[in-house]
């Protein structure tokens, strides 16, 4: 989860690293720290977000060097206060190291060097890495061969960083199960959690894999295996620059993200579908043409784009789809086979829960897809197979544009498998095509309702509860409204579906209780529109406030619903994609209307990289 940045290059090493840093804050903003090598090794680190690190930067300045590395954290071992926030020493201070992830065996090595008369002065795990790597260093003399046999004693997952004052100019990064890619410059070299680290500078990259070290100069790059092998890593290039990490006027990243999601559903479509027929490059759907069955792996929002999935797929190429939260998957022994298709979906391609249940999904035969927004990730390197979302960066850490993306990709997945398999009609597939690519003029439409919602948001800055109902592809949309209101607004709120009302929900029904429902089409075949109409005047008639997602000139809904918002007419499963975007931003204006911070909200990072 946390960010960590790595420099080595003419470049004053400060700039960079808080470039990073910032670029990579939605990864963790409890603490932030930098350490820089100038003449000497010298730290700087302080609890809170980076400005708070910026602010001592500028009242304790420190000499500015070309070697670096720098952290911006999320809590794990221990509290996050100054003492606990990285870089942490070793080595009689002349070392640093960042870590992220955990050492599960942090306790058994901090005895060891506690009787070896190693003071510790924090609560973290990661000091214990500073000074065993610090005590090799002292018997080898040589950075990356410290790391070597320190890395060896480690279990658990971690990417690391260290510097000594020693060795200026070096550098030296491992990781297990956590991620890092180099950044390739000219005269110049980076290390990073993710490309947003260095992309600034450069859009070359090289993708590090599992149990590797790297070892970086201003002039050189070399990779070994935890056992000292050689190893050539994979190159990439970046496909976007700096700017599109930037608010770029906007007054939040979600904001900017939120606009962005008709252009994330179309650069997802694009190049990918010709004739009417879905292509996707380097994606060979034959290759799963006899699959029987998918299981969809994910956490959080992306479980909830496998729910909207799992409603087409099941249409469109007549193979039963299982969605199964990633945390759950592995610990159950489930029954699968070779021709069993495991699907992961992560926008950051480093969600620790998912890749380890893509790894055992492996070890046991199955074979696997990932869905995956970044490129040099660790998930789609471990799939079989990858269709990438083209949601750009998403700095927020409260997912939207990813959201839709996922929902588009599993959609050609779906089209893509049916049009191999030969299980689907011809005749809906090619109807599913063009609704595809009308869906970003439609999201555009959706996009213009914003004062509206800002208006309702204001009127319920107080509200302590919210709850939101669908059906059919609706269902999940509920669910990720819900999701999305209690990670930026802090509010109770719970998606159900509607036809479980009846079952129990309607107990929480009281006068004034605002209640979200996600209106289906009055053209649906399957009769669901009367269906939820009929709940929203049952809640209505028990006092609730009733504020409805429909179809524009859905004259049913009118007399029933407190206040309406409007969504295009649209195929039923291109609704959840339009009819989730007022979600989003209702919980964005909620939790602005309340003074919160919509970018970083309390307890959370972007990126879960330890289970």
């Not at 602010?55 to 000499?63: I, S």
């Amino acid at each position: 989860m946390c960010g960590i940045v790595g420099y080595v290059g003419p470049r004053g090493s400060q700039e960079v690293l808080l470039g990073g840093l910032g670029r990579l804050e939605y990864r963790g903003y409890d603490s932030a720290g930098v350490a820089i090598i100038s003449d000497e090794l010298e730290t700087r680190k302080r609890a809170g977000k980076l400005q708070t690190l910026r602010d001592e930067l500028v009242a304790n300045p420190l000499d500015d060097g070309h070697t670096g590395i720098g952290h911006t954290r999320w809590a794990t071992h221990g509290a996050p206060n100054d003492v606990n926030a990285h870089p942490h020493l070793g080595d009689n201070g002349k070392l640093a190291l960042i870590h992220n992830g955990i050492i599960e065996n942090f306790a058994e090595i901090k005895a060891e060097l506690v009787a070896d008369g190693v003071e510790f002065v924090s609560e973290t795990d990661s000091e214990v890495a500073a000074h065993l790597v610090g005590r090799e260093y002292r018997r080898t003399g040589n950075l990356t061969e410290a790391m070597k046999a320190s890395v060896a004693r480690f279990d658990g997952a971690f990417t690391l960083l260290i510097v000594h004052e020693e060795s200026p100019g070096v550098v030296v990064g491992a990781r297990r199960n956590s991620p890092l890619v180099i950044g390739l410059g000219k005269g110049e070299n980076f290390l990073g959690s993710d490309v947003a680290a260095f992309v600034e500078y450069t859009s070359d990259a090289l993708a590090i894999g599992q149990d590797q070290i790297v070892t970086i100069t201003p002039d050189s790059v070399s990779v070994i295996d935890f056992d000292g092998n050689a190893v050539t890593p994979e190159p990439f290039t970046v496909t976007w620059d700096a700017s599109a990490a930037d608010k770029g006027g906007w007054s939040s990243f979600m904001a900017k993200e939120i606009s962005e999601e008709p252009a994330a559903v179309a650069d997802t479509l694009r190049g990918r579908v010709k004739d009417g027929v879905v292509e996707i490059p380097g994606f060979e759907p034959a290759d799963f043409a006899d699959v029987d069955r998918i299981i969809v792996v994910a956490c959080g929002t992306a479980a909830y784009a496998g729910l909207v999935g799992k409603y087409a797929i099941e249409k469109w190429a007549r193979i039963p789809v299982d969605v199964e939260l990633s945390h759950e998957f592995r610990y159950r022994e489930p029954v699968i086979s070779d021709r069993t298709l495991i699907v992961s979906v992560s926008q950051s391609g480093e969600t620790m829960d998912t890749l380890m249940a893509v790894k055992y999904a492996r070890e046991i035969g199955a074979r696997t897809l990932s869905i995956c927004n970044t490129q040099g990730a660790t998930i789609p390197r471990e799939s079989d197979a990858v269709i990438y979302t083209h949601a750009g960066p998403e700095v927020a850490v409260a997912s939207t544009k990813a959201f839709v993306a996922q929902i588009t990709a599993l959609y050609l997945l779906g089209i893509a498998i049916a049009q191999a398999n030969g299980k689907g009609d011809a005749r809906i597939l090619s109807a599913a095509v063009h609704d595809l690519e009308a869906a970003p003029a439609l999201l555009d439409t959706v996009l213009r309702h914003g004062e509206h919602i800002r208006t309702l948001a204001k009127w319920m800055a107080d509200t302590q509860a919210v709850l939101i109902l669908g059906r059919h592809v609706g269902f999940p949309i509920a669910l990720e409204g819900a999701l999305k209101l209690k990670e930026l607004a802090y509010i109770h709120a719970e998606g159900f579906a509607a036809g479980e009302l009846k079952h129990g929900p309607i107990a929480l029904i009281e006068p004034g209780q605002v209640v979200f429902v996600i209106v289906p089409s009055p053209r649906d075949p399957n009769s669901l529109h009367s269906k939820v109409v009929n709940n929203i005047q049952e809640i209505r008639a028990r006092g609730a406030r009733v504020i409805a997602i429909a179809e524009q000139g859905d004259a049913a809904v009118l007399p029933y619903a407190d206040e309406v918002i409007p969504i295009p007419l649209a195929s039923s499963f291109i609704e959840p994609i339009l009819a989730v975007v007022p979600l989003h931003m209702f919980a964005m204006e909620l939790a602005a209307a309340k003074g919160l911070d919509v970018d970083q909200p309390r307890n959370l990072a972007k990126s879960v990289t330890v289970e």
